[in-house]
């Protein structure tokens, strides 16, 4: 059975690394070209203003006080030189007085001040980038101010931004490529003792439950841990199983071979009261097996309800009292006197069936052990807030040494002739574990005969009470 929605670590981590340094890499790639257009922009302009500088100062002022220039072309062949690039530029007098260049180059505002103004425009169609420097010339009389602007075309700086950019995405991308297959290598290799383990496990016989002993990170150790200490209860599990199936096929073959002798028997039979006599011994072993299958049964309940008590408020004293009462007429057949002691209510935690089932195996083992003329009594006690279930019989009783040994499955003693399985008593001591109940097999009070006691719990969870014995 996989667990739905089953996902790869690896991808799931590979995805996460490689996905955030692509990411990393955008965000510095766009970096990148913010700076390549800085760079770019900070070097042109550069040059730029120094052609404005250079034609501002031949900028003169005439004898009649008019301003001449003389546009040294050694200043704007510097721009050209960079690439096809063309460059534009204009002399201005004081406002509204054109002196030289092109009249329809944009210009910027005048602002008079050491350094160029800079800023982007359209010209003749074309992008271009605009240094405009504010001077004044004088004659040592007056002084006239005066604004050139020099303009170029944007195809060199695009140039050297597209190479800047180039470079460095290039060197970026080499980088990310590193670190990729760096995080591959890695979580590769992290993650390799999981797949160990995940080998180890699946080489395994079926039967091979030994725990796993592999390194593993101490992230693994703990579900190692919880594979290993699953894995010895599970052989715990197996084991019982198959210890019990074996001995339960042991004692159902018995029946099973009584009922056929019984039938062949029948067969021959010369008269019809003979084939009688044989299909009532068949009849019995018949009995017999439904019995031991009932009790089998039972059992494997018992186990279920362990994973999954499905615990209830049970009132003690009627449950006890309708158990007695259902056992009155077969009591009454075996000549025994069946009575029952209690009072009022005595609530336990508990599931109702299985306590049936156990007070049905006591009430069954005295009625038939006892023997003819005994007195059985089922009581209900409660010394302080505990609550104890008694069935005591005046018969043969177990002799003290062989008490332990009828717990045992299949452990039989006193009347072997009896029907019976031998797992009466083990399911008795299963039900009252599995209510955190404690049992105790007792001589009866007269000094005869058998007390079983079954000491639950209070209902608050406290100590079992300690009862004498
Ligand atoms: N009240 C009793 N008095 C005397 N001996 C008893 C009493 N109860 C049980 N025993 C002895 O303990 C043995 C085990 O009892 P247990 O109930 O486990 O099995 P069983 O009665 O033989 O079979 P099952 O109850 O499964 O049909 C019995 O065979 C019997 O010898
Ligand atoms: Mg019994």
């Given amino acids: 059975m996989t667990p739905t929605a089953a996902y790869s670590l690896r991808r799931r981590l590979l995805a996460w690394l490689l996905i955030s340094t692509a990411v990393i890499g955008v965000v510095a790639m766009a970096d990148t070209w913010n700076e390549a257009v800085d760079t770019a922009n900070e ?29 040294p072309y050694v200043a704007l062949e510097m721009l050209t030189s960079a690439a096809q690039d063309r460059v534009f530029y204009r002399v201005d007098g004081p406002p509204g007085n ?7 180059l944009p210009s910027l505002a005048r602002r008079e001040g050491q350094a160029a103004a800079f800023g982007n425009a359209i010209f003749r169609g074309e992008p271009i980038r605009v240094a405009a420097l504010a001077r004044s010339a004088s004659t040592g009389i007056r002084s006239v101010p005066f604004l050139v602007t020099v303009a170029e075309t944007t195809m060199a700086r695009q140039q050297l931004t597209r190479t800047i950019l180039l470079r460095s995405a290039l060197r970026l991308l080499f980088m990310m490529a590193g670190a990729a297959v760096i995080v591959w ?21 079926p039967d091979d439950l030994h725990p796993i002993d ?12 919880t594979v290993n200490s699953f894995m010895v209860r599970l052989e715990g599990a197996l084991d019982a199983l198959r210890h019990f199936t074996g001995n339960a096929s042991h004692q159902l073959r018995t029946p099973l071979a009584i009922i056929r002798t019984q039938l062949a028997l029948a067969n021959r039979a010369g008269t019809l009261e003979e084939a009688r006599q044989a299909a009532r011994k068949a009849d019995e072993a018949v009995a017999d097996a439904e019995r031991l299958l009932a009790q089998l049964l039972l059992m494997a309940r018992i186990d279920a309800a ?36 209690g009072e009022g209510e005595v609530q336990v935690m ?40 008694e069935v005591e ?6 002799p003290a040494e062989k008490r332990a040994a009828v717990l045992a499955r299949f452990e039989r003693g006193g009347r ?23 049992l105790a097999l007792l001589e009866g009070n007269a000094g005869r005969g058998l007390k079983v006691q079954v000491a639950f719990a209070p209902a608050d969870n406290g100590p079992v009470p300690q009862l004498a014995r």
């Fill in 416 to 438: 072997a002739d009896a029907s019976g399985t031998g797992l009466g008593l083990p399911i008795v001591e299963e039900i009252a574990r599995l209510h955190g109940a404690r």
């Fill in 98 to 104: 054109f002196i030289t260049g092109y009249q329809n």
């Fill in 350 to 389: 508990a599931e109702p069936l299985l306590l049936g089932e156990l007070l049905k195996n006591l009430i069954a083992n005295a009625l038939l052990y006892a023997g003819s003329g005994a007195e059985v009594t089922v009581r209900i006690l409660r010394p302080g807030d505990a609550a104890v279930l």
């Fill in 185 to 205: 290598v890695a979580v590769t290799l992290s993650l390799r003792p999981l797949y160990r383990f995940s080998e180890a496990i699946a080489e395994r016989s």
């Fill in 306 to 341: 362990t994973r999954a008590a499905s615990m209830q408020q049970v009132d003690l004293v009627s449950l006890a009292r309708s158990a007695t009462a259902d056992h009155v007429p077969q009591a009454a057949d075996a000549g025994i006197d069946l009575g029952f002691e």
């Fill in 393 to 398: 019989d005046d018969g043969p009783g177990i």
């Fill in 214 to 225: 592999q390194q593993v990170p101490s992230e693994v150790q703990g579900l190692v841990e």
């Fill in 43 to 71: 070097v042109s302009d550069r040059v730029l203003a120094g052609s404005a500088l250079a034609i501002a100062e031949r900028v003169i002022v005439s004898e009649d006080g008019s301003l001449e220039v003389d546009i």
